[in-house]
T-cell receptor, first 114, second 113 residues
Framework: DAGITQSPRHKVTETGTPVTLRCHQTENHRYMYWYRQDPGHGLRLIHYSYGVKDTDKGEVSDGYSVSRSKTEDFLLTLESATSSQTSVYFC?????????????FGPGTRLLVL | GENVEQHPSTLSVQEGDSAVIKCTYSDSASNYFPWYKQELGKRPQLIIDIRSNVGEKKDQRIAVTLNKTAKHFSLHITETQPEDSAVYFCAAGGDTGRRALTFGSGTRLQVQP
């Protein structure tokens, strides 16, 4: 599982409330990613990080912010949750090996916004 | 940016038959093409990947082929088994972490016993 954990694993919240999801990795990987998964859309990149305090936007970044203050943690924040942000959120890391880099996913967080 | 199209969206085969899933991509700079398998309620798991300097790669019953000129790549599963039933995703991107992956919309494979 590439040493990736996500918390919480399930969350129910109300529209307009802030929500923070945490991704934690234990193997000192430089690159970390947040994706959302919705039926019919596969996995879509929200934000990614290429080092401490270094982040960039993905294709569906509106309404989301991220922070990475230390290598092992990558936080995803929904400043004011909306029903359209109901989804399954996956964190991923990129692991370097002689052939290149490979992405591995965390267990996911199921978020329901009422 | 990159755009990845995946077909078919659903595929039903009899146990023992072969299954083929196809993907096309738009960005000629993409050089890394992984395939993930996702069982219900689980995380996507990497099953095989191919890089642009290789045309074909095989691992037991699964194989991936890449045609960079046509910008398409395919997953082939032979001798399918019921445990192959899952959703399969293709992806395209760079082979360094800075170039994140773009995923296809997925193929639900059902292997009938």
């Amino acid at each position: 599982d590439a040493g990736i954990t996500q918390s919480p694993r399930h969350k129910v919240t109300e529209t307009g409330t802030p929500v923070t999801l945490r991704c934690h990795q234990t193997e000192n990987h430089r690159y970390m990613y947040w994706y959302r998964q919705d039926p019919g859309h596969g996995l879509r990149l929200i934000h990614y990080s290429y080092g401490v305090k270094d982040t960039d936007k993905g294709e569906v970044s509106d309404g989301y912010s991220v922070s990475r203050s230390k290598t092992e943690d990558f936080l995803l924040t929904l400043e004011s949750a909306t029903s359209s942000q109901t989804s399954v959120y996956f964190c991923a890391i990129s692991e370097r090996h002689p052939g290149g880099e490979t992405q591995y996913f965390g267990p996911g967080t199921r978020l329901l916004v009422l | 940016g990159e755009n990845v199209e995946q077909h078919p969206s659903t595929l039903s085969v009899q146990e023992g038959d072969s299954a083929v899933i196809k993907c096309t991509y738009s960005d000629s700079a993409s050089n890394y093409f992984p395939w993930y398998k996702q069982e219900l309620g689980k995380r996507p798991q990497l099953i095989i990947d191919i890089r642009s300097n290789v045309g074909e790669k095989k691992d037991q019953r699964i194989a991936v082929t890449l045609n960079k000129t046509a910008k398409h790549f395919s997953l082939h599963i032979t001798e399918t088994q019921p445990e192959d039933s899952a959703v399969y995703f293709c992806a395209a991107g760079g082979d360094t972490g800075r170039r994140a992956l773009t995923f296809g919309s997925g193929t639900r494979l059902q292997v009938q016993p």
